[in-house]
Nanobody, 124 residues
Framework: HLVESGGGLVQVGGSLRLSCAAS????????MGWFRQAPGKEREFVAA????????DFASSVKGRFTISRDNAKNTLYLQMNSLKPEDAAVYYC???????????????????WGQGTQVTVSS
């Protein structure tokens, strides 16, 4: 069970920190990812992290602005979003994938569990 939080309304150039809290299982055996979906668009990859946090991957559109991290002791995944742009507005989802080989994954179809999403709105 994954629950996202931290979304909201922010001005262009502002920052938000999303959290994804897991319950019912430990995330330490899972690769984790963030995806987003804007109205009328397909769900797209944002960022991913391997089970230990030592390997990360980002979509080119957010590289240098977003940071993904995880705290396995707290069973929580984070997405720090800086320098937000109007095109970052979307519903953001966290996802978990059972992982035994310490990879990151950018394809949504590879993930086993999903949260319900949190809305991010960027005003200009």
């Amino acid at each position: 069970h994954l629950v996202e939080s931290g979304g909201g309304l922010v001005q262009v150039g502002g920052s938000l920190r999303l959290s994804c809290a897991a319950s019912g299982r430990t995330i330490s055996n899972y690769a984790m990812g963030w995806f987003r979906q804007a109205p009328g668009k397909e769900r797209e990859f944002v960022a991913a992290v391997n089970w230990s946090g030592g390997r990360t991957d980002f979509a080119s559109s957010v590289k240098g602005r977003f940071t993904i991290s995880r705290d396995n002791a707290k069973n929580t995944l984070y997405l720090q979003m800086n320098s937000l742009k109007p095109e970052d507005a979307a519903v953001y989802y966290c996802a978990a994938k059972r992982d035994a080989i310490s990879f990151t994954y950018s394809l949504p179809g590879l993930y086993d569990y999903w949260g319900q999403g949190t809305q991010v709105t960027v005003s200009s």
